[in-house]
Structures are given as structure tokens and as C-alpha cells.
């Protein structure tokens, strides 16, 4: 995780919180924040696949899901440049 944690910061993604469940096919979900707002960026073990989610109250709502993206750390932070590309145009 260190290796995206150094590519996230390039990006301006700021990891607030981490959890991580060997039980769950070694899924994990992380509590991001980008630009002051917060997301929830999900691993999902058994598909092996990864997803940024908006993170408020009310709603949750997929931003982008790349199935099949395993856990290289140059695949996590290019899905984050992706992603980022997403939240300015939206911003």
C-alpha cells in the first residue's frame, strides 16, 4: 500500500482512513478525500475490482468501476488519474 499511498499524494489524494478484510477474499475500502471532498475508494477481493464511490450522508453513488484491476500499484493509481480527470470536470 506504501507505493500508492507516494502515487495518491501526486494526485492529491489523501488517505483518512483504511480498513482492510483478510476474511473477505483480502478485500479493503480507504476513506479519501480529494480537493476537500470525501470519497470511498473500495476493492472488492473476489472480483478483484476496484471503485471510487461518492461519500455523504444522503447518497452513494459509483463514479467509476474497473473490473479486473487486481492489486499492481501502477493500475491503482492510473484507475486514481482516471478518476481524477472525473472529479475536476464535475468540480
Known sequence: MSEVE???????????????HANSFGSWYSLVRYKGREYSLVFDGRDSSLELRTKDDLTEAVILNKPKIGLNPK??????KGCENILDSSL
Not at 493500475?75 to 486514481?80: K, M
Request: proline content about 0%; cysteine-free.
Open 6 to 20: 507516494v502515487g495518491m499524494k501526486e494526485i492529491q489524494f489523501v488517505t483518512t482512513e483504511h480498513h482492510y
Open 75 to 80: 493500475n491503482i493509481i492510473s484507475f486514481l
